[in-house]
């Protein structure tokens, strides 16, 4: 009987520790939470996209682009959202599917590309992500040919 006492006490408190961690959000990480793909469009130009997920955001200014062997020009970021965040002041910011554009300085065609793309986001909840740096590597078409598939970190492919 003395040995009840003590069980129900863990009970109650493992219930009750259970309880509250069930409270707080459940994070994804930055990977699922702000989705990187990119193709080569053609042999001067990388599409890169980002497919933001429910309840989080991206910061327009904290996206950065660049390739090698072949250097990219200025990436050409579409207007976002505006918003007065906390931590950031007056900022824009992309929710859903973003489309960035990164010219590349001169022709590319048949070559291999490493595309760096360096971005930050938020959970609506609260939370930031550190800065999220991610590389994919892409064949870039010859001159007339289509598009290439999309490329995700990791190398897998898929066609939107």
Request: proline share 11%.
């Given at each position: 009987?003395r040995?009840?006492?003590?069980l129900f006490?863990?009970?109650?408190a493992?219930?009750?520790a259970?309880g509250i961690?069930?409270?707080?959000p ?6 699922q ?8 469009v ?7 996209r980002?497919?933001?997920a429910?309840?989080?955001y991206l ?8 390739t090698?062997?072949?250097p990219?020009a200025?990436?050409?970021l579409?207007?976002g ?5 906390a931590?950031?002041g ?6 859903g599917?973003v489309?960035?554009r ?7 065609a048949?070559q291999?590309?490493t ?11 609260g ?5 999220n740096?991610q590389?994919l ?6 001159a007339?040919d289509?598009p290439g ?7 897998k492919g898929w066609?939107?």
């Amino acid at each position: 009987m003395r040995w009840l006492v003590p069980l129900f006490s863990l009970l109650f408190a493992t219930a009750h520790a259970e309880g509250i961690s069930s409270l707080a959000p459940k994070l994804l990480p930055p990977e699922q939470a702000f989705r990187l793909s990119a193709r080569a469009v053609d042999p001067n130009t990388i599409e890169a996209r980002f497919d933001v997920a429910d309840g989080y955001y991206l910061y327009r200014d904290r996206m950065h682009f660049s390739t090698e062997p072949v250097p990219a020009a200025n990436a050409v970021l579409p207007p976002g959202k505006p918003k007065h965040d906390a931590f950031f002041g007056d900022v824009e910011t992309y929710r859903g599917e973003v489309v960035v554009r990164v010219p590349l300085v001169k022709t590319a065609a048949g070559q291999k590309i490493t595309l760096h793309a360096d971005s930050q986001g938020c959970a609506d909840v609260g939370v930031c992500y550190p800065p999220n740096p991610q590389q994919l590597t892409l064949v870039v078409p010859a001159a007339g040919d289509k598009p290439g598939a999309f490329v995700e970190p990791g190398g897998k492919g898929w066609f939107k």
